[in-house]
């Protein structure tokens, strides 16, 4: 069974510019969770899409958005890049949000470099 | 506010010295508590779910527990390829909020 793939792996951008990546889930989840991480401050929540709905958004500005498509596929995208945004992004899926099937199983993440 | 702190920061063990790792949360309606291993350049792998108080997991090398205010997860006897950033989190609240601590990096030394 294929895992969560992220695309693309590494990224360079400069600051002002906007980013998008891309993450497909495990094959039946339909539950998509982006984190962003970092040295200092770990893993922090980002959001959660079910069903192409966000159900949940951690403390982040407004220039991070995501979306989910039909196939449970998901895109989140930065615009107007600081530096402080060079992280590694991680996505995660789940089949479902709670009762049990809350395992998340995570990507490889996409190093995004921003100079 | 609701927060998940995980002790120590690092540990280094010899190979075979057993020991044990903490994650302490203060969360309100805790739905579950989960336990990743993520290795360098890669992304956490799921370990553990634990529900409730007095639950208890193994998987090879591995045992989680869970009490009302903290988990442990034990090591016993532990390999070099047990080497990682161990990461817990916790779902809470009405809105199912995952919180993740800042993990506990673990060396075992052949």
């Known amino acids: 069974k294929a895992g969560v793939t992220q695309t693309p792996r590494y990224l360079i951008k400069t600051r002002g510019q906007q980013v998008t990546l891309s993450c497909s889930p495990i094959s039946g989840h339909r539950s998509v969770s982006w984190y962003q991480q970092t040295p200092g401050q770990g893993l922090q929540f980002l959001f959660e899409?079910?069903?192409?709905?966000?159900?949940n958004k951690g403390n982040f500005p407004g220039r991070f958005s995501g979306r989910q498509f039909s196939n449970s596929r998901s895109e989140m995208n930065v615009s107007t890049l600081e530096l402080g945004d060079s992280a590694l992004y991680l996505c995660?899926?789940?089949?479902?949000?709670?009762?049990?099937?809350?395992?998340?199983?995570f990507g490889p993440g996409t190093r995004l470099t921003v100079t | 506010e609701d927060q998940v702190t995980q002790s120590p920061e690092a540990l280094r063990l010899q190979e075979g010295e057993s020991s044990s790792l903490n994650c302490s949360y203060t969360?309100?309606?805790?739905?579950?508590l989960f336990w990743y291993r993520q290795d360098p350049g890669k992304g956490p792998e799921f370990l553990f779910t634990?529900?409730?108080a007095g639950e208890e997991k193994e998987k090879e090398r591995l045992k989680a527990t869970l009490t009302k205010k903290e988990s442990f997860l034990h090591i016993t006897a532990p390999k070099p390829e047990d080497s990682a950033t161990y990461l817990c989190a916790v779902q809470a609240g009405r809105d199912d909020k995952i919180i993740f601590g800042k993990g506990t990096r673990l060396h075992i030394l052949p």
């Open positions: 995660a899926s789940s089949r479902s949000l709670t009762g049990g099937d809350y395992e998340q199983y």
């Open positions: 634990l529900y409730s």
């Open positions: 899409y079910f069903s192409e709905t966000q159900r």
């Open positions: 969360v309100s309606g805790l739905r579950g």
